[in-house]
């Protein structure tokens, strides 16, 4: 199982990123894929989730209206497109295979999970 995010930068506030993930090595249609993120200092938080059909999407609160996951099954790749971008949106972004039942949002239902993309808002 691979995961391989890209898409990372600096950006300024306002701004807009899109994020990638391809993955290889697994079944990629028959898996939920989320995004989490981690900024130093706080505890990694489950950003936005599709599941295996992509038609169903979950989002953290404080992304809601802002960012949009989507996916290609064709391709074996799930995005995140990120829009309005602010400062406390700066993190480390990682997609992770959903691996068992339970809420999208908990980092222990999640086996499997990328390196990571940089994303830093700065002005």
């Known amino acids: 199982v691979r995961m391989v995010e890209s898409g990372g930068g600096l950006v300024q506030p306002g701004g807009s990123l899109r994020l990638s993930c391809a993955a290889s090595g697994f079944t990629f249609s028959s898996y939920g894929m989320t995004w989490f993120r981690h900024a130093p200092g706080k505890e990694r938080e489950g950003v936005a989730y599709?599941?295996?059909?992509?038609?169903?999407?979950g989002y953290a609160d404080s992304v809601k209206g802002r960012f949009a996951i989507s996916r290609d099954n064709a391709k074996n790749t799930v995005y995140l497109q990120m829009n309005g971008l602010q400062l406390e949106d700066t993190a480390m972004y990682y997609c992770?295979?959903?691996?068992?039942?339970?809420?999208?949002?908990?980092?222990?239902?999640?086996?499997?999970w990328g390196q990571g993309t940089q994303v830093t808002v700065s002005s």
């Open positions: 599709v599941n295996s059909g992509g038609v169903i999407t």
């Open positions: 992770a295979r959903k691996g068992s039942a339970g809420y999208w949002y908990r980092p222990d239902n999640y086996n499997y």
